[in-house]
């Protein structure tokens, strides 16, 4: 979704579309908890100036299905993400950015480049020229939302680490702490 910046007027600007499926798959495609949608995504946003910075609130729910961390059973779960940040024209954050360097240079402090932000730089992107698109922020702030590790339910057992059972179903009956291998040698030694 693109936006024109002399759309948005005192008033506002409100935008809602969908995300295909494939765009959701597409998203997600490299995690590695292996999701995948199960449909596609609402987006919904609102968009206010501030000068030559904009606000943007946003809300999506996301659709996903993707195999349980444990027990590696089918797991559907719908991501909501929601977020507020604000638009900063890539020439003034640049200025910022600039002046800091040499007011720490002035000081006769080191100068780093990357590894430290300031907290309110986390709440911020940049924008270049007249148009806004909407869609890599969107896709951003999904993925900051999928969840790490997706489980079926959280008192999951998950998998026999010996025969692969899952231990949700049944119990297998196998040892559940296994010898380590490396200890094995010392077993056939005996203490007179």
């Not at 195999?67 to 507020?84: E, I, K, M, N, S």
Request: glycine share 8%; charged share 35%; aromatic share 4%.
């Amino acid at each position: 979704m693109r936006v024109r910046i002399d759309e948005i007027k005192d008033a506002g600007l409100e935008r809602a579309w969908d995300m295909t499926r494939e765009q959701v798959d597409e998203i997600v495609r490299d995690d590695r908890a292996g999701y995948r949608a199960g449909g596609p995504a609402h987006v919904a946003a609102r968009l206010d100036r501030l000068g030559r910075r904009i606000r943007l609130r946003a809300r999506a729910a996301a659709d996903l299905s993707c195999p349980c961390g444990r027990c590696l059973a089918p797991v559907t779960l719908q991501v909501p993400v929601a977020f507020d940040l604000t638009l900063v024209p890539a020439e003034e954050a640049e200025s910022v950015e600039h002046r800091a360097r040499e007011e720490q240079g002035d000081r006769g402090g080191e100068v780093h480049s990357g590894g430290s932000f300031a907290a309110r730089d986390v709440e911020e992107e940049t924008y270049e020229g007249k148009v806004i698109d909407l869609d890599p922020i969107v896709r951003e702030q999904l993925l900051l939302a999928l969840p790490g590790y997706p489980v079926c339910q959280e008192a999951c057992k998950g998998l026999c680490p010996a025969c692969g059972a899952n231990l949700n179903e049944r119990d297998c009956g196998c040892p559940r702490r296994a010898p380590d291998p490396r200890w094995a040698g010392l077993e056939k030694i005996k203490i007179q």
